[in-house]
Nanobody
Framework: QVQLVESGGGLVQAGGSLRLSCAAS???????MGWFRQAPGKERAFVAV????????YYADSVKGRFTISRDNAKNTVYLQMNSLKPEDTAVYYC???????????????WGQGTQVTVSS
């Protein structure tokens, strides 16, 4: 069993930055870790994913060049550095663990409870 706990969300002005963290407990060896987000009235959407080694990363087009995903396996933690934030980035952000690199939410086995990010204009 894997437990995931996100932190680092909050309220920020447009153009600002936030760094989300996802602390994992349990057996996460060889799991890819992804970040997703869900805005009110919208489906959960892929944001970024990183392989176990950290050597492969993929991003949604909407965040490419602004967000950076990284991981520290010694600390069992995954990060999402978010720069140049826009009001449309407002959502609940979730981290998730999967056995494969994937953009589809249904591939992921474990999910955190989410952290709210609000970007004001």
């Amino acid at each position: 069993q894997v437990q995931l706990v996100e932190s680092g969300g909050g309220l920020v002005q447009a153009g600002g930055s936030l760094r989300l963290s996802c602390a994992a407990s349990g057996r996460t060896f060889n799991y890819a870790m992804g970040w997703f987000r869900q805005a009110p009235g919208k489906e959960r959407a892929f944001v970024a994913v990183i392989s176990w080694s950290g050597g492969n990363t993929y991003y949604a087009d909407s965040v490419k060049g602004r967000f950076t995903i990284s991981r520290d396996n010694a600390k069992n933690t995954v990060y999402l550095q978010m720069n140049s934030l826009k009001p449309e980035d407002t959502a609940v952000y979730y981290c998730a663990a999967a056995r494969f690199l994937a953009r589809e939410p249904n591939v992921y086995d474990y999910w955190g409870q989410g952290t709210q990010v609000t970007v004001s204009s």
